[in-house]
């Protein structure tokens, strides 16, 4: 009997809705052999909870396992990670007032807490002493608080401090100014690099792991 191979890659995670997960759900498969990619795919791995949220980290040695229990000439080559981690969700699709008003909430909390913090920096770097010092610089005049707040309070710092969040963030523009990550994007995979690090340790210390035998 021709002895097949087939590839198998795992994601450092994936978010799945369906609480019956199989080797195609979390894993990415190839085969020549077009009938055994079909039937790896459909192996269930396991069945979560009936709960509306988990998570679960599985190795590839358990897809290994459930692949070979099934196909006697077969050889496996994995690719990427050792292990994934399942987020399981079942609401994920649906846009729920409740997820809607925390995502208002949650932006009410950036804004002033951004705000808060512009503020207590500028008054501990006394700002306004320099934006009236160089006011005085550029035009010979003693700073009128009214005159010098517009001009340089308004004018230069407000506007000047927005426009270069948005062109440092690369974001608030319909179209991006370059096709590289943004800062805050690439600080955002970094946390979730190391969250899905801890996830894994903590797992596999607390034997939460779907691993081989």
């Known amino acids: 009997m021709k002895e097949n191979t087939l590839y198998i890659a795992l994601e450092q995670s994936i978010l ?3 609480p019956c997960i199989t080797i195609g759900d979390i894993s990415s498969i190839f085969c020549k052999d077009k009938n055994v990619d079909k039937k790896v ?12 949220k988990a998570q679960l980290v599985v190795t590839v040695l358990k897809l290994i396992e459930i692949i070979n229990s099934e196909f006697d000439n077969l050889t ?3 690719i990427g990670n050792s292990e994934t981690i399942i987020y399981y969700d079942s609401g994920r699709k649906k846009g729920t007032v409740k997820q809607k ?10 804004f002033f807490g951004t705000a808060f913090s512009i503020m207590s920096y500028n008054q501990d770097s006394g700002t306004l002493g320099l934006l009236e010092s160089l006011y005085t610089l550029f ?3 003693s700073p009128d608080t009214l005159t010098s707040g517009l001009a340089l309070g308004i004018g ?3 506007i000047g401090l927005t426009l270069g969040m948005i062109i440092f963030f690369n974001h608030g523009i319909n179209r991006k100014l370059t096709d590289d990550p943004t800062p805050l994007q690439v600080q955002m995979r970094l946390y979730e690099q190391d969250v899905n690090k801890c996830i894994v340790i903590d797992s596999t210390r607390n034997k939460k792991t779907l691993d081989v035998n």
């Open 16 to 18: 799945v809705d369906n």
């Open 41 to 52: 795919r459909e192996l269930q791995v396991t069945h979560l909870p009936n709960t509306t």
């Open 76 to 78: 496996i080559e994995t």
């Open 101 to 110: 008003l925390k995502i208002c909430l949650l932006m009410l909390i950036a």
């Open 139 to 141: 035009t010979g005049d």
């Open 156 to 158: 230069a710092y407000c």
